[in-house]
């Protein structure tokens, strides 16, 4: 029997012109702070941290979240400005509005209930959510250079997340795996 897992997280992608513009950040980083990690997976928030999941499984994993992703509605998210995890991350912030915090409160309690998945550090801290654009990689010293040239620096996007996306790790990078779209509008 083949027990293989693979490692995957659940997250809201904004839409491409904003990815785009990540991804130029992302670039610069590396580009002159000698910061590359970020670049190993798409513009994201992260709603469900990365867990282990049986490759021969993952249609499970799918369905459930399809499920979860039906009875959710497409929410406004606000991102604004910059912000950092000092002495390492430094990333896009995202508003803490009531509708993100709701869902993402709602998607650890389902997926630990429906599928066993538990985020330990998840339950010991609020959810801080946003977009990293610089971290791990980004050594202290790059960091205090960086900082000050982003700390001031503008920009406000909104856009409105209309589905989930399940991400998997192939060894080097993550990969959108699937989508999952949320409730259509009614009415």
Same mark, same amino acid.
């Given at each position: 029997? /083949?027990?293989? =897992?693979?490692?995957?997280?659940i997250? %809201?992608?904004?839409? @491409?012109? &904003?990815?785009?513009?990540?991804?130029? &950040? =992302?670039?610069?980083?590396?580009? /002159?702070?000698?910061?590359?990690? +970020? @670049?190993?997976?798409?513009?994201?928030?992260?709603? @469900?941290?990365?867990?282990?999941?049986?490759?021969?499984?993952?249609?499970?994993?799918?369905?459930? &979240?399809?499920?979860? +992703?039906?009875?959710?509605?497409?929410?406004?998210?606000?991102?604004?400005?910059? +912000?950092?995890?000092?002495?390492?991350?430094?990333? &896009?912030?995202?508003?803490?509005s009531?509708? %993100?915090?709701?869902?993402?409160?709602?998607?650890?309690?389902?997926?630990?209930?429906?599928?066993?998945?538990?985020? =330990?550090?998840g339950?010991?801290?609020?959810?801080?959510?946003?977009?990293?654009?610089?971290?791990?990689?980004?050594?202290?010293?790059?960091?205090? +250079?960086?900082?000050?040239?982003?700390?001031?620096?503008? *920009?406000?996007?909104?856009?409105?997340?209309? =589905?989930?996306? *399940?991400?998997?790790?192939?060894?080097?990078?993550?990969?959108?795996?699937?989508?999952?779209?949320?409730?259509?509008?009614?009415?």
């Open positions: 029997m /083949n027990s293989s =897992k693979s490692r995957f997280f997250a %809201l992608l904004p839409p @491409q012109d &904003i990815q785009d513009y990540a991804n130029q &950040i =992302k670039q610069y980083f590396a580009e /002159n702070y000698a910061s590359q990690h +970020a @670049q190993k997976s798409p513009p994201h928030i992260t709603l @469900q941290p990365p867990f282990e999941w049986a490759d021969s499984d993952v249609s499970k994993l799918e369905a459930s &979240i399809r499920e979860f +992703a039906s009875q959710k509605q497409p929410l406004p998210i606000t991102l604004s400005g910059f +912000a950092a995890f000092a002495p390492r991350v430094i990333y &896009i912030d995202v508003v803490r009531q509708e %993100l915090l709701s869902l993402q409160g709602d998607l650890m309690v389902y997926v630990e209930a429906s599928l066993g998945i538990v985020d =330990k550090v339950k010991t801290r609020p959810f801080a959510p946003h977009m990293t654009v610089a971290f791990r990689d980004l050594t202290r010293q790059n960091f205090k +250079a960086a900082w000050p040239e982003f700390e001031q620096r503008q *920009l406000h996007f909104e856009f409105t997340a209309d =589905k989930l996306t *399940l991400l998997i790790h192939d060894g080097r990078r993550w990969n959108i795996k699937s989508e999952f779209a949320f409730l259509a509008g009614v009415g």
